[in-house]
């Protein structure tokens, strides 16, 4: 069993497992973290960050990861830029934190507006004591991915953020984490955590890195457990470098895991355990899903002795933990929870027989002429058939029903036969499965479908 | 008014394309005339809408987006002249 929740993440981590063999690797360099033990990646800064409020605005995730280790329990906040956070966000996001330090990579080409301390974070560790004594319970500030208008900025601590963790059995041999996630997202910073708190090694992704190239960097350094959305997966199945890992544990989070790609992912990955977790940023990890199937068994809903209670209200899926979020800063008038303590997470959920389904998000629907559509529910579909790899469902405006369903498809491999066939195939796959309202009016094949910074599936119309 | 094959009238097109959407939604479609009523064809407004979607995609044009009030058409006649006017 792993400890007890602990004072900092610097004491976490060396109380999970001897640190002189354990990796931090990077796209360009590597970091031991027994080099941490009398050495510090802020060259001498980390006494100046003390008390403070830190914009950790790197672009490097190793540099990042770093100054995470070290400045959890020294500064009394730190706010973890994501690397596309736009900056014209950022004035706002400092002011609204209380910004008064900064800690960059020099890389960096954000400069927080009004602070006086600057730090500069390398993989280079300067050797030297550092007092690590942790006086904070430091505040850590994830920014939302909002799609248009600016993030919010959402208050977890090392507590909140580990609850998931904690208590859960740690592996006999260390583990080599790997994620397609920046760490700076919840559901990077989740492996992240489990990487350090589960005395593990782990393997940093880079925005510049294609996907190829980042699968066979990990599988080079032994990657056993592996994490991204169901987005990820499926460029990554796409390549033929999906051969170069043999993880022993696949997880699946941030979107709709649909039955297509949990069953691909155990064709591709037999050995693995593959599992899809629920979690945002705001209501925490809610749970994991182990036995292959989408969805989650109805039984999971209600009080759990130590975990998180769910509830469906309104057709969404509510939850009320101790891994949420305590509060937004700066929106006095928004709460992360209700007056019982329950997140809204606004994924819609329908129980079909013994288990909940995923169907959409609640700001995503598409309106058929009064009748309701989630383009994820149409997707799964289509997802399901064998030549399809992605796809991704929107709207198309339409003057008799204000709205239409129309699809954009990657297929498996190249048409032979010309994609006309296909999207003629695919739309009658669509009529045998769905309402006649739900089948997309139009199906086009397509090359590829963008997947942002946070590994979701672009999605503009819908 | 069956479409003569080989035409691209846009009658022949709207025609075309009312019986398309009709078979492949499972509707049994009235014998078309101009007179036939729109709502008494058989089709339903989600087969009017694929149709309006798929001449768009077609002719080019939605005459229904514009920023003109057009009538709504009634007849199948009304509905084909439409297209002709908006195709012109």
């Known amino acids: ?462 | 008014m069956r479409a003569e094959t080989g035409t691209t009238s846009v009658k022949g097109t709207v025609i075309a394309q009312l019986e398309k959407v009709a078979r492949e939604q499972k509707r049994t479609l009235a014998p078309l005339s101009d007179d036939l009523v729109l709502l008494d064809s058989g089709l339903d407004s989600l087969c009017l809408a694929i149709i309006v979607a798929r001449l768009e995609d077609e002719l080019g044009v939605d005459p229904f987006d514009s920023d003109k009030d057009a009538e709504f058409p009634v007849t199948v006649g009304d509905f084909v002249r439409l297209y002709e006017d908006a195709a012109r």
């Not at chain 1, 940023?281 to 209600?302: I, Q």
């Not at chain 1, 130590?306 to 700066?330: C, F, H, N, Q």
């Not at chain 1, 009064?370 to 149409?378: F, M, Q, T, Y």
């Open chain 1, 1 to 462: 069993m792993q400890p007890a929740e602990p004072d900092s993440l610097w004491a976490a981590l060396s109380d999970a497992r001897p640190l002189d063999d354990r990796t931090l690797w990077g796209a360009e360099a590597s970091v031991s973290l027994g080099d941490l033990v009398d050495g510090s990646s802020l060259g001498g800064a980390l006494e100046s960050l003390r008390d403070r409020s830190v914009l950790l605005a790197a672009r490097d995730q190793l540099t990042a990861a770093l100054a995470l280790i070290e400045l959890d329990g020294i500064a009394s906040r730190v706010v973890l830029c994501p690397p596309d956070l736009a900056i014209e966000h950022l004035p706002c996001v400092a002011a609204t934190a209380g910004v008064d330090a900064q800690v960059s990579d020099g890389a960096a080409d954000v400069q927080a507006p009004g602070v006086a301390t600057f730090a500069t974070c390398t993989p280079k560790i300067a050797p030297g004591a550092c007092d690590r004594t942790a006086r904070h319970r430091t505040e850590w500030i994830l920014l939302t991915s909002g799609t248009t208008g600016r993030p919010k900025l959402v208050a977890h601590t090392l507590s909140s953020l580990t609850a998931p963790i904690i208590g859960g059995a740690r592996p006999a041999v260390p583990p080599v984490w790997a994620t397609f996630y920046d760490i700076r997202r919840y559901g990077g910073l989740q492996i992240f955590l489990r990487a350090l708190l589960g005395g593990g090694s782990m393997v940093l992704s880079c925005p510049e890195e294609s996907t190829a190239d980042f699968l066979i960097r990990a599988g080079a350094h032994g990657v056993t457990h592996m994490s991204g959305t169901p987005s990820h997966w499926r460029r990554a199945l796409m390549s033929a470098a999906a051969q170069r890992i043999a993880p022993q544990y696949v997880r699946l989070s941030g979107e709709i895991a649909d039955q297509a790609i949990l069953d691909r992912l155990r064709a591709r990955y037999p050995h693995a355990r593959v599992a899809h977790a629920f979690a945002s940023t705001e209501a925490g990890v809610a749970f994991d899903v182990g036995d292959g199937r989408a969805g989650f068994p109805a039984g999971l809903l209600g009080r759990r002795t130590g975990g998180p209670e769910m509830k469906v209200e309104d057709g969404s899926l509510r939850i009320r933990s101790t891994r949420t979020a305590s509060r937004y800063l700066g929106d006095a008038d928004e709460r992360v929870a209700d007056a019982d303590g329950f997140v809204d997470t606004g994924d819609m959920v329908e129980r079909r027989g013994d288990r909940y389904y995923f169907v959409g998000r609640r700001g995503g629907v598409i309106n058929v002429g009064g009748l309701k559509v989630h383009p994820e529910e149409v997707e799964a579909v289509i997802n399901g058939h064998p030549r399809v790899r992605m796809s991704r469902v929107r709207a198309r405006k339409n003057p008799i029903t204000g709205a239409l369903v129309v699809a954009d498809v990657v297929l498996d491999a190249p048409a032979d036969g010309g994609v006309a066939d296909v999207e003629q195939e695919l739309v009658r796959h669509c009529r045998a499965a769905l309402p006649r309202h739900k089948v997309p009016a139009a199906i086009n094949v397509v090359a590829g479908l963008g997947v942002n910074g946070a590994g979701k599936l672009v999605r503009r119309d819908a």
